[in-house]
Structures are given as C-alpha cells and as structure tokens.
C-alpha cells in the first residue's frame, strides 16, 4: 500500500487553527476523502473549521480544482457552436430553466443544463420535467452531445462521474449544518460546472427567504466568488443578483411549473418569469458573442416553443400530451383587503413541499401534480375573501401542515416601500 502524503488529522487542525492549506494539502484531502481514506467524520470536521475560520481565494479556487479533479470533465468543443449555461442557486416557482434553455437554442448557441433534483424546500428541474408523459432524464455523454448538436439544449441528469466528491461533500455537509458557507457553495456549483464543460455560464444568485443568501451583501460576495473562480478557470462567467422574497410566477411544484413554462413559451406567462428568462438569455448569448438578436421576439413567434418542443421529444418526452392535474384542492382566502405586502417564498415553498411536490430524503418520490397557484403577487390589490392560494395534492392528509407552514407568511396593508419593480437587482462581471 503506498503511503499517504498527509495526515487528515493535521489537516484539520491547521484549519481549526485558522491557517491556510496549501495546495497539496488540498488536493490530497478532496482525493483521499473520495477514495475513502479520509473519513466522513474527520471531512465533516474540516467543513466545520471551514465554516468558522473561512478560506482564501486562492484556497477555495484549490479546493474547486481538487473537486473537478475528482472525476470526469465534459468536452464539447467537438460541437459546431458555443455553449452557454445558467446554474441557479435554487428557488421557489424557479421554472426558469425550462423556457431558457430553448429559448437560447433558438440562437445556435448550446445549452448543457446538467441539472439536479430537488431536495427540501426548492424544486429540481428534472423532478418538473419529469411530470411530462415519457420524458426521460438520464443521458448517455454521446446522446448529450448528439441532442446539443441536433436540437441545441439538453436538459438531463448530471451523472455521477462529475465531481464526485462533491456529492460525498454535499451529502455530509446537508447533515452536519455546513452547507451555508460561501467557500463551499461556491466551490460545490463552480466544480460541477466547471467539469461540465460549458463555454460561458451564468450564474442566477437568489437573494431573500426563500434563498440561501437572505441579504444582498452575502449574495454578492457569493456572487463575486463563483465568478472569479469561473473566469479563473477559463469559464466566461457572469452572474444576476435576482429576487427570491417571494415565489417567482404563478406556480410552484412540478407540473403546475411545467405549466406555466410552456405560457412563457407560447408568448405569455407572468412578467417576472418573462422579465428573469429574457435577462438570462440575454446574459447566456452575451457571453457566447451574440449580442444583436431580439429574445423576446423569439418568444412571440413561436420559435422558442419549436425548440422546446423538439428538445422534450428528444427525450421521449409528449411536449402535447396533458399534464397530470391534483385530485384535490384547497383556496386560502385574503383575510382583509388592501394591498399584499408579502408573500413570503420560503414558507410556500415548504407548504408546495408538504403537499408532495419536494423530498425529504433524495430517495423519496415527488408528486407531479403537488404545489401551490398563486392568485396574487406582493403589490397587487386583494379583497376580502377572494382567493389568494390554491393548494394542490393527490393525498388530502397533507393539507393540513401545508397550510401550517403558511402561517403568517401573507401580509396584507404592510409596508410596501421594498418592494422592487424588477425581479432582476444587479449584475455581476
Ligand atoms: N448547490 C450546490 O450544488 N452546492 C451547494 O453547496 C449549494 C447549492
């Protein structure tokens, strides 16, 4: 057996004392903890050191690196156009993938969204797809590249072989209270990223309740980290600093999502997932050199709706078949009139959780037809007794502690003075 270069035990002490590892340190810890010689116990106490003592630039960009290195990288330069991505660090009603990733094929520029599914109280994109009649997630690397070249977007699960210490990492982490820590967000998304091979990427960072980051500052050193460490890596990379106080659109949960994706597609939708997915297709063509194009002009004619269309048959997916529907529903009332001041993200999203549409364990299954319709946006008027929120389930027993975890989460004739016109606050280069 060859000797190990480190000792883990030093390792985390040099942290817990606040020092900076070094590269080799780095690289060795990430290698040995996939390999299984350094323990679930000893990582989990180097991403709580982590967590109190913080990291370096340049260690995080080491530990980013260490993580790539883990497992495979993605090549598509043998592909006749560029590749734009967006990763987004998870919302309630965050359905913006759906529309986006056709939206942009429209403009001969390739979208590798390798995506998740949804675990706690934000949805995952495959979990929303999923609830389309035969739609298939899991991709081979030759069928990705084969639907990139031929429909240009491919919407699929990432497999297995990229980052895989991050998926260790992250499991421990979600069990062990480290996961809010911008050293390792950043390094947990701009690993998997980076390995996926995308050209350009840009990054939607949620600000508010419903998002990791509850406040501006946090979310723009966030921000300002992922970036950096993308364009170190050679990863044209930008990011959106974008509301997540309350749902974004009318609906939160799969199908209902599913939905209201295919309104935006068809040339409607709800301004603030128009407004996000135009923004972020603007950003994703920017990056890709396509600056003279006219998105929403895509989305009026029915060509983004194509594209959709052909990527959803590409994967066995019937983009006309009917969605499932809810065999029951439940309507909370406005309690008073005046204007919604709040409605808060967090709490819908872990009432849409509770009604089926989200997982406890990663093992457990969602239900498409779960989640929540939205009758009203902060700002807007309401009267007493109009319907504010349609919740939907296939089992009725859940309507109960869904409806708990909306408690005080509506406001109504509240201070209305923060609230934005704009969905998107800044962005970041
Ligand atoms: N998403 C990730 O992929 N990793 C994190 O650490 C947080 C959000």
Not at 145 to 174: F, M, N, T, W
Not at 326 to 336: G, I, K, L, R, W
Not at 393 to 402: D, I, K, P, S, V
């Amino acid at each position: 057996m060859t000797p190990e270069n480190f000792d883990a035990v030093d390792v985390i002490a040099a942290k817990r004392d606040g020092h900076r590892l070094s590269t080799a340190q780095i690289s060795w810890v990430i290698d040995a903890y996939t390999r299984g010689v350094v323990a679930d116990e000893q990582m989990a106490a180097l991403a709580m050191a982590i967590f109190i003592n913080d990291m370096e630039p340049g260690e995080i960009a080491d530990w980013t690196q260490a993580m790539i290195a883990s497992g495979e990288r993605m090549d598509f330069s043998s592909l006749s156009r560029p590749t734009s991505d967006k990763h987004s660090t998870g919302g309630v009603g965050d359905k913006i993938t759906l529309p986006l990733a056709p939206l942009v094929a429209v403009f001969d520029v390739a979208v590798p969204q390798l995506s998740g599914r949804g675990l706690g109280h934000t949805g995952g994109t495959l979990d929303k797809l999923e609830s389309i009649p035969g739609w298939r997630a899991e991709l081979s690397n030759a069928e990705i590249l084969h639907q990139l070249e031929d429909v240009g977007a491919v919407i699929c699960a990432a497999g297995s072989g990229l980052a895989p210490a991050d998926k260790k990492l992250y499991a421990l982490r979600d069990t062990t209270s480290t996961v809010d820590c911008i050293p390792l967000i950043a390094s947990s998304i701009m690993s998997k990223k980076i390995a996926e091979g995308t050209a350009g990427l840009v990054l939607d960072v949620k600000v508010g309740s419903g998002a990791f980051m509850k406040d501006l500052d946090k979310a723009r050193q966030l921000a300002r980290t992922m970036v950096d460490l993308g364009t170190a890596a050679g990863v044209k990379t930008s990011a959106l600093l974008t509301d997540m106080s309350t749902p974004l659109g009318l609906t939160v949960g799969n199908a209902l999502e599913v939905r209201e994706s295919v309104e935006v597609l068809a040339g409607g939708g709800p301004s603030d997932v128009v407004e996000l997915t135009v923004a972020l297709a603007e950003e994703m063509l920017r990056l890709a050199g396509r600056t003279d194009v006219d998105v929403r002009e895509a989305l009026a004619d029915g060509r983004a709706m194509d594209a959709w269309k052909r990527m959803i048959r590409a994967q066995n997916g019937d983009p006309d078949a009917p969605l499932p529907a809810a065999e029951h529903t439940e309507v909370v009332t406005a309690s008073e009139t005046g204007v919604l001041s709040r409605l808060d993200a967090l709490a819908v999203g872990v009432a849409s959780w509770r009604l089926g549409a989200g997982r406890a364990r990663k093992e457990d299954p969602v239900q498409a037809v779960a989640g929540i319709e939205l009758h009203a946006k902060p700002g807007d008027q309401v009267s007493a007794g109009q319907p504010l929120l349609t919740l939907h389930t296939a089992t009725l027993e859940r309507f109960g502690r869904a409806v708990e975890a909306l408690e005080g989460a509506v406001e109504i004739g509240g201070d209305t003075s923060g609230l934005r016109d704009s969905v998107v606050f800044e962005t970041i280069t």
